[in-house]
């Protein structure tokens, strides 16, 4: 098993900036994947960014140049910086983690980021 916890989030006004972060614990092994999904009530989960090493990111075309994803994997934390936000960014958002051998997948709790029109 694997904890995801999550912390970040809450309330900028469009073109500001926030920070999530996710600290996972228990069972992780490698070769792992950890991502940032997101989701809009009524829709399907989404794919913001992902990283399987420090080298090795990819991000949704809306955010590209915007958002940018980091992981410690000594510590096995994973952050979300997200720079110029839009109203469109409104979401709750979700670590993930997945091992890549097994496919085995874990969600954080959800945060949720509001950018007000």
């Known amino acids: 098993q694997v904890q995801l916890v999550e912390s970040g989030g809450g309330l900028v006004q469009p073109g500001g900036s926030l920070r999530l972060s996710c600290a996972a614990s228990?069972?992780?092994?490698?070769?792992?994947?950890m991502a940032w999904y997101r989701q809009a009530p009524g829709k399907e989960r989404e794919l913001v960014a992902s990283?399987?090493?420090?080298?090795?990111?990819n991000y949704a075309d809306s955010v590209k140049g915007r958002f940018t994803i980091s992981r410690d994997s000594a510590k096995n934390t994973v952050s979300l910086q997200m720079n110029s936000l839009k109203t469109e960014d409104t979401d709750v958002y979700y670590c993930?983690?997945?091992?890549?051998?097994?496919?085995?997948?874990?969600w954080g709790q959800g945060n949720q980021v509001t950018v007000p029109s």
């Open positions: 990283s399987r090493g420090s080298d090795r990111t």
């Open positions: 993930n983690y997945r091992f890549q051998l097994s496919n085995d997948v874990y």
């Open positions: 228990g069972s992780i092994f490698s070769p792992n994947v």
